[in-house]
């Protein structure tokens, strides 16, 4: 096993200081960054090693940015994009049920129901736009009613189809030729 290089407040202020436009943005020089400093952690913490982390606010948002926002820049327009998901779900349930959002800071704590957004189950949509509206930023609640109307639509996002190698059906074609939310 090997020894955590990096502390849960590391992971935090890295994200915290590169702001919503390289949050959201599609940067390659970003995305290098984040994996040549912290593809390291992010293997273990897909291993548990970090497991620990998850009892503290501070350390469930810097598993969660690891497992759900990290691997979309680091492995952007692969599978691996999306092969945490399920694990940063599972972080975020527990840390939004324990109230963290309200401690982690108003900059970043809608990052807590991200994976959320990022499931392509609508009762998990359901529940980020219900959590977004708790968080109490619109823009983010506007996202979240986005993210759901597609997956209430499709039952899927129709931009991940060629990625995960899933045929699209001609409604899905249409939605992203038509501008559809295309991640």
Not at 3 to 11: A, E, F, K, L, N
Not at 108 to 124: C, G, K, R, T
Request: aromatic fraction near 10%; glycine fraction near 8%.
């Amino acid at each position: 096993m090997s020894t955590v290089s990096i502390d849960p407040q590391t992971i935090v202020d890295f994200w915290r200081e590169a702001g919503p436009e390289r949050w959201f943005g599609k940067d390659t020089e970003f995305d290098e960054t984040i994996l040549r400093r912290f593809g390291d952690i992010y293997e273990q913490a897909i291993r548990g090693e970090l497991h620990a982390w998850r009892s503290d606010p501070t350390g469930a948002l810097a598993l969660v940015i690891l497992l759900d926002q990290f691997p979309r820049n680091m492995f952007r327009n692969t599978p691996k994009a999306f092969a945490t998901d399920e694990q940063a779900l599972e972080i975020a349930r527990e840390a939004l049920a324990r109230g963290d959002h309200r401690t982690v800071g108003e900059d970043v704590n809608q990052f807590l129901a991200m994976p959320m957004m990022h499931s392509e189950s609508l009762a998990d949509q359901d529940a980020c736009v219900a959590w977004m509206g708790e968080i109490g930023d619109e823009s983010n609640v506007a996202f979240a009613r986005e993210h759901r109307d597609i997956i209430a639509r499709f039952g899927r996002f129709p931009h991940r189809n060629e990625i995960l190698g899933r045929e699209s059906t001609e409604s899905e074609r249409q939605f992203l030729a038509d501008g559809g939310f295309a991640g």
